[in-house]
């Protein structure tokens, strides 16, 4: 399987070829960003604007905050078993004005992060499914240093 | 001073808090008579129903302000059913306020009920892929104590609280519940428990953590010409001096349950308030009041953490002082301002629309001095805030 | 004559009723726009929101007040989401109205959207067994179409009706709807079409019942010193003379949505006015109007023989005489007192919390003059009532 | 299988074994009735007692109006494949002054009721479950001429 065959767990919010981004909105008129992307108006209440229109995001963020979950969240998660402890950051993107939260990058925890840290977008399985196709999420891995802008 | 427009708190009542998993109906038909029994009134009396909706039972959770009138019987009254998440209480509140401000009625009963399933709130039904609580438990199981811990885990690493900080929130407010005759949780808690109880969302244990309860409130609120009708006077009535129910400012740029992001602050600046400061900002506004004429407060300890929160929001102390706020005890019984003298969801655990409501029957206790055992001295002002999710800040202010 | 109390509608907008399945807050946004652009408004000119919930679209659904808001850009505003079946937004106008006339804001908008799934109406899901929803749809495959097949046997066997009589409704509504942009049917049907239409629920066949369907609709309030102030004059604004909202009284005698049985009569004896009639006799009584001042009435013909029904209760003839009052002429277009000239429910189909909003709006264009193609002659005043589950009356009366 | 090893679709609202009958409620304050049975407060406003006890009904009643099924209902409701139409009474009880919805008994059909017609209480296999088990509800039925009170 090569990497442009990935499943997303969710259509449009990033790709799924490298190098991986999230793709969140653009106001076509006051070109405010939003993530989730979506249809409908812009968010900024002083815009009129019924046109959003898919951008990538900057891949690189610094952490705002993190956590890590030690009990497999309920339905619609679709937890492995054995559940597995796992961290979520919430991530600051510099450019777009915007913290995104995201599961981070397996085998990363909490003690592993610090605020201000520097992390980039990557992929990695959210869960298996019945027919056993594997679906994809973003994730938030550490920095690599060598890509650093 | 209380004004023409500062509704009566005639009566108040409760249905304990605890887990027994029976029809929400029957907890609200035991608070409604209670606070009738409480206002001296019948039920024939009440000119309008507020019902604070719940989302996990059914058809008539969604109705709440019909279920509760047609299980005390329909007498052709107007109603409302509102929901507003953990604030749906306070919306309802709301709603019957101003009802009777607009000359609707003069009398009103505000009322939530909720039974609750047992673990973490897990989203409503079905494959939604466009709500935003779907997707982030779907796509990242964010559960509502993952959220906590990521503002625990800024306070930690910004403000450089301690776990300890947290417990010792829930170490007041269980010292408070266990007097508490409707607190579902009576046992005092220290800090050496803390060791022994599980991490949930790192750096919150379980005991930080508020559970999920049955529970039912009601509130019986009227114009100051009804009451002084009825009572002979106005003297030592508690008051209804500010229902600020608030949405954010945009750009929202503090992320809140459920959203996975938030705003962007690229073009559009944030407000100078935040949003929670923004809450409480306008109840003071609209009661004439500041943070130095509380007597008490109640706040929503959702997590230990959450409430150092509050203490800020409010202005009881400035940004970053939570934990010595509580260290310092000014926040215990007998200390300067006293929260959550309850006990607090710390003791109550949330049953969600109930709670907001609960908030104002303790405070109205207070008030009258009826707090046997937890009770604050001579509370003259008492503040109760919350936030629902999407957006639902509520703060109100009572007075004596 | 209108007073000070009597509220003016600024704006209306809707987006079309169809099928398309689209996120409704999609369809929300653009009746919202609709309404600012016809009140010549921005978005932050509007203090308080008042949503009309849908239950069957997760939680954006539970909370419309404060989904709209962020959909539109938060601004600070206050919020409420409402829930009464059919008549949500109805109770989102009272909602609006109250705060608006308790002074806390001069101009508010009110703003229901859904989209639905095909066919019959399911109750949420989950087993749920203290749910009168749950229960007569488990027990009985009681459907909605069901309860209204009763009531027109009613008709048939008590009043004589013939289900021609049902048709001819049919048949005038959906003339009138031809010319409705908003309208999703705009296809005129004749008595020869029922022939060929298969029975759902005797006696009423698929045309005898509304769909459901995708829609919304907005309607921005105001103050009449707001109206004056932005457009110099009241000369010729739209008054909002009654919002009743009213519950029944016990004992409930008449089997209604989604009950499987009545109340009972053997202790209590039933009030005289029955609940349907009592909805619109609080609505006159509020407006200081009577059946004989209306221009126009929008009722709620969930089937064509309810439309009949709802002749009776608004007092448009005596009891049993509705068949006449059709096969009269003088309910349709150009007659002595039109109803559904929108073309009605059976035009539309029905989108729940947008419906009774819509019918405002309609009212609103009729009076102005501006229902092209399907406008009352010099309407003055309109009447729009309608009932939802769980005793969820409501009437609203608007004038010139 | 014995009647009384009928498995009710819902518990306590009818009696599994002859003679058939629906079971209320009954305020022991004021003495209204309810149907269906129910725990809680008595629904008439000026009575505040919350005690409610079973109450058997009235066996007979007479037929408010009728209609009849020709679609499938939808779930919950458990259809037979293929879906036969049905027809379901609200029936007027004399004494206890309630009308109460049922399916009518199978194969009695709309043409074969009218208003103010005598039924009675039957009962009749609701759906069969996964397992096997019947599940019984109540119907009404043309009361049996000879029975006639
Ligand atoms: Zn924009
Ligand atoms: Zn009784």
Redesign the pocket.
């Given at each position: 399987m090569t990497a442009t065959e990935r499943v997303p767990a969710i259509d449009g919010w990033f790709t799924t070829s490298e190098p991986y981004t999230l793709i969140g909105a653009k106001?076509?008129?006051?070109?405010?960003y939003v993530f989730p992307p979506r249809s409908g108006a812009?968010p900024?209440p002083d815009?009129d604007?019924m046109e959003l229109e898919p951008a990538p995001l900057s891949r690189r963020g610094t952490v705002w905050s993190y956590t890590e979950n030690h009990y497999a969240p309920p339905a619609p998660y679709v937890a492995a078993e054995p559940f597995e402890p796992y961290a979520l950051a919430a991530v600051q993107l510099e450019a777009e004005g915007i913290v995104i939260l995201g599961q981070v990058a397996k085998g990363v925890m909490a003690a592993d992060l610090s605020i201000g840290m520097e992390v980039e977008v990557d992929l990695q399985v959210l869960y298996r499914d019945a027919d056993g196709v594997d679906h994809w999420i973003w994730t938030w891995a550490p920095a690599a240093p060598e890509a650093s802008a | 001073m209380a004004t023409e427009r500062d509704l009566v708190v005639l009566g108040v009542g409760m249905h304990p808090w605890g887990k027994w998993g029976r029809n929400f109906v029957e907890y609200g038909l035991v608070a409604a008579k209670a606070a009738l029994a409480d206002a001296g009134m019948v039920w024939r009396d009440i000119q309008f129903v507020a019902g604070a909706d719940t989302i996990r039972n059914g058809y008539p959770g969604f109705v709440a302000g019909s279920t509760f009138s047609q299980a005390m019987g329909w007498t052709g009254a107007q109603i409302s059913s509102s929901y507003a998440a953990c604030a749906s209480g306070a919306q309802g509140m709301q709603s019957a306020r101003a009802q009777i401000l607009a000359g609707f009625a003069d009398v009103a009963m505000v009322i939530g009920a909720d039974t609750t399933p047992k673990g973490f709130f897990a989203p409503v039904g079905g494959e939604r892929k466009e709500d935003p609580d779907w997707q982030r438990f779907h796509l990242l199981g964010a559960t509502n104590p993952a959220f906590f811990a990521l503002n625990a885990r800024r306070r930690i690493d910004v403000f450089g609280d301690t776990p300890d900080d947290f417990a010792m929130v829930k170490v007041k407010n269980s010292k408070a519940g266990v007097a508490n005759p409707y607190a579902r949780f009576r046992k005092e808690f220290t800090l050496d428990d803390f060791a022994g109880s599980p991490i949930v969302s790192d750096p919150l244990r379980l005991l930080d953590i508020c559970a999920t309860s049955d529970g039912a409130a009601a509130v019986i609120i009227c114009t100051p010409e009804y009451a002084k009708a009825k009572l002979g006077t106005l003297e030592g009535t508690v008051r209804i001096r500010a229902v600020a129910n608030t949405t954010p400012t945009y750009p929202q740029v503090r992320l809140e349950l459920p959203d996975i992001a938030t705003d962007s602050n690229a073009?559009v600046a944030a407000p100078a308030l935040g949003f929670k400061d923004s809450v409480a900002h306008n109840a003071y506004e609209q009661a004439g009041l500041g943070p130095e004429d509380l007597s008490c407060a109640e706040v929503y300890d959702l997590s230990t953490a959450l409430e150092l929160d509050w203490y800020e929001n409010l202005g009881l102390c400035p940004e970053g002082e939570g934990a010595s706020l509580v260290r310092s005890g000014a926040t215990a019984l007998g200390g300067r301002v006293p929260v959550n003298a309850s006990g607090g969801l710390a003791s109550f655990g949330e049953a969600i629309p109930a709670q907001a409501i609960a908030q104002v029957c303790e405070l109205t206790w207070q008030l009258r001095g009826q707090a046997d055992g937890h009770q604050v001295e001579d509370a003259k002002v008492g503040l109760a805030i919350n936030q629902g999710l999407f957006g639902h800040g509520s703060c109100t202010i009572l007075s004596k």
């Open positions: 106001c076509t008129d006051c070109a405010t812009c900024n815009c604007s | 073009v």
